[in-house]
């Protein structure tokens, strides 16, 4: 079958073959009348014009290539993200490919130099560290990249995220609501600021609501991890503090602490009561089913993905480096309940 070319586009659409470029690049589109717009693209889509990149990229310099960096893929909290991202970078004509860490930082810095290395544009980073000199030394370098759910302390790139102390807030009213005074917060690494602001918020809604805040009020996890989870709950249960609700840093780390309360017989949310964050899949689906903090990940990965676009075509613009947070909801379900009586 012969490739359908731009030049075929054009004169289905009745335009120069200029036009039609601009048309269908979304960097230029806004140069273009709507109705040339609809017209071009109507005759691509009835054409099945597919755009020739390799040849795109040697006009522009670029491989239209862009990278996506995450620390687990077998976490379902990145899959949305990687789905927003997808949906905005391929009707520009981008293809993204994802890399997964293993959570270690010489395997993140081997595979950005190996994309990099390869010409690819720029970078989506899920992995960032608070302390990371391999983000510094992106953004020494100038090299387009986005930091997508996790920060840094210098904010040196243009990030995306939600925001971890509303949703950390909804948590601890909620509970305060059902009558918990002694509620522990099971903290995520706090080398991530994920796990830093939800860990800060907790601690700040619980001086809202005039309530005590021991040294063990913040326990942290050495992971984002059903495994991390349970090993601090079952600390949390050895050390004899007195509790009546756990806000856990995800959702991971809530199913482990559920697993291990219903191993020692205490009832959730009968004795006591669990909350999670990021609303993974099948999280609703537990007996009980999880309260969690629900973020717009999908949202997330298509506004990272925009914010890399404009990057990439303004490359040379100065301007502040843009912080984006995203509304969050509290999902209300199962695993929390009023304050058991004593």
């Known amino acids: 079958?012969?490739?359908?070319?731009?030049?075929?586009?054009?004169?289905?659409?009745?335009?120069?073959?200029?036009?039609?470029?601009?048309?269908?690049?979304?960097?230029?589109?806004?140069?273009?009348?709507?109705?040339?717009?609809?017209?071009?693209?109507?005759?691509?889509?009835?054409?099945?014009?597919v755009p020739n990149n390799f040849a795109r990229g040697l006009r522009t310099a670029r491989s239209f290539v862009i990278g996506m960096i995450v620390p687990d893929v077998t976490n379902s909290l990145f899959p949305p993200m990687v789905r927003g991202a997808e949906q905005v970078l391929s009707q520009v004509g981008y293809t993204l490919v994802v890399t997964d860490t293993d959570n270690d930082a010489a395997t993140e810095r081997s595979?950005?130099?190996?994309l990099l290395a390869r010409g690819t544009d720029g970078f989506l980073i899920a992995t960032a560290?608070?302390?990371?000199?391999?983000?510094?030394?992106?953004?020494?370098?100038?090299?387009?990249?986005?930091?997508?759910?996790?920060?840094?302390?210098?904010?040196?790139?243009?990030?995306?995220g939600c925001d971890e102390r509303t949703g950390i807030?909804?948590?601890?009213?909620?509970?305060?609501?059902?009558?918990?005074?002694?509620?522990?917060?099971?903290?995520?690494?706090?080398?991530?600021?994920?796990?830093?602001?939800?860990?800060?918020?907790?601690?700040?809604?619980?001086?809202?609501?005039?309530?005590?805040?021991?040294?063990?009020?913040?326990?942290?996890?050495?992971?984002?991890?059903?495994?991390?989870?349970?090993?601090?709950?079952?600390?949390?249960?050895?050390?004899?503090?007195?509790?009546?609700?756990?806000?856990?840093?995800?959702d991971l780390i809530a199913?482990?602490?559920?697993?291990?309360?219903?191993?020692?017989?205490?009832?959730?949310?009968?004795?006591?009561?669990?909350?999670?964050?990021?609303?993974?899949?099948?999280?609703?689906?537990?007996?009980p089913a999880l309260t969690t903090v629900s973020l717009p990940l999908r949202e997330m990965g298509a506004l990272a993905a925009r914010m890399l676009l404009s990057q990439i075509e303004d490359s040379g613009r100065e301007g502040p480096v843009a912080q984006s947070l995203l509304g969050v909801e509290l999902a209300v379900r199962g695993s929390t309940g009023p304050v058991p009586a004593r």
């Open 111 to 114: 595979q950005i130099e190996r």
């Open 169 to 250: 807030s909804m948590a601890v009213d909620h509970l305060v609501a059902l009558g918990h005074r002694r509620i522990v917060h099971l903290a995520g690494p706090q080398d991530t600021s994920t796990g830093r602001e939800r860990a800060s918020a907790f601690r700040h809604a619980l001086r809202t609501h005039g309530l005590p805040i021991g040294p063990d009020q913040v326990r942290v996890c050495v992971s984002y991890s059903e495994q991390a989870g349970g090993e601090e709950t079952t600390r949390l249960l050895a050390s004899g503090q007195d509790f009546t609700a756990i806000v856990a840093g995800n």
């Open 1 to 49: 079958m012969q490739r359908v070319k731009l030049i075929d586009v054009a004169r289905a659409a009745g335009v120069h073959p200029g036009t039609a470029s601009r048309a269908l690049n979304a960097g230029t589109g806004g140069r273009v009348s709507a109705e040339t717009t609809r017209r071009v693209v109507q005759a691509a889509k009835k054409l099945g014009y």
């Open 129 to 160: 560290r608070w302390d990371d000199p391999l983000v510094e030394s992106l953004a020494d370098s100038e090299v387009p990249a986005v930091l997508v759910n996790r920060n840094t302390g210098t904010h040196r790139l243009p990030y995306v």
């Open 255 to 287: 199913l482990g602490a559920l697993a291990v309360l219903a191993a020692v017989g205490l009832r959730c949310p009968g004795q006591v009561s669990v909350v999670g964050f990021n609303d993974l899949p099948l999280v609703d689906k537990l007996t």
